[in-house]
């Protein structure tokens, strides 16, 4: 099956410096893939569709800014959260389609954020 | 919001039980699916549901769509204490190129072995 592999798990960092969380396709290409956010005991939010080899889409409301989404390369998508704060903190989830599996995400497992 | 609703928002049974979770959509959708997701992890696709098929089966799991009523229910049967996680309903929006996945708000289901 499709294989999604996020990195890193959980970090931990200082208000006001800037986080990257990785996201990669390992076994297939991915010219979409998705970043959400979760915070405890909710859904996921969309916060924007990345687009290997142009600009990210946002969700109404998501600052680009604040959110830097890279997909630069067909396996590869980065989110990185600048100047983050207290309030950034939450668990971000990366999801990708498979080609020939074009109905169904999957999933990466997971970066827990949490900034001091 | 285009976010789906899903009740309950917590369910506990024993195992061997049955656990129905149901999920309700605003939008036309093009499918429907559900999705699992232990705690603090990613998520895991379990099944998909088109628009026009009303019901379907993959192993101990049932789902339905009700199109005309803009929901779904996702029934596992026999349950296990492995079966202990949150169950989400994705539904798919087709917007202008990209297609989308919007998930519904959960259930949180305890499997009491």
């Known amino acids: 099956g499709a294989v999604v592999s996020q990195h890193p798990s959980w970090v931990i960092c200082k208000s006001g410096t800037s986080v990257k969380i990785e996201c990669r396709s390992l076994d297939f290409q991915a010219t979409t893939m998705f970043w959400y956010r979760q915070f405890p005991k909710q859904s996921l939010m969309l916060m924007a569709t990345?687009?290997?080899?142009?600009?990210?889409?946002?969700e109404q409301g998501v600052e680009k800014d604040k959110f830097l989404i890279n997909h630069a390369s067909l396996t590869l998508s980065t989110l990185t959260v600048t100047s983050a704060h207290p309030e950034d903190s939450s668990f971000y989830i990366c999801?990708?389609?498979?080609?020939?599996?074009?109905?169904?995400?999957?999933f990466g497992s997971g970066t827990q954020l949490s900034v001091l | 919001s285009q976010q789906g609703e899903e009740d309950p928002q917590a369910l506990s049974i024993q195992e061997g039980e049955n656990a129905t979770m149901n999920c309700s959509y605003k939008?036309?959708?093009?499918?429907l699916q559900w999705y699992r997701q232990n705690s603090g992890r990613g998520l895991v696709h379990l099944i998909l549901?088109?628009?026009?098929?009303r019901e379907k089966h993959s192993g101990r799991l049932r789902v339905t769509l009700d199109t005309s009523k803009k929901s779904s229910s996702l029934l596992i049967t026999a349950s296990r204490a492995a079966d202990t996680a949150s169950y989400f309903c994705a539904t798919r929006l087709l917007v202008g190129a990209t297609n989308k996945l919007i998930f519904g708000t959960g259930t949180l289901l305890a499997v009491q072995p």
């Open positions: 990345s687009n290997e080899g142009s600009k990210a889409t946002y």
């Open positions: 999801s990708a389609r498979s080609p020939g599996l074009s109905e169904k995400l999957f």
């Open positions: 549901i088109r628009s026009n098929e």
């Open positions: 939008t036309s959708i093009n499918n």
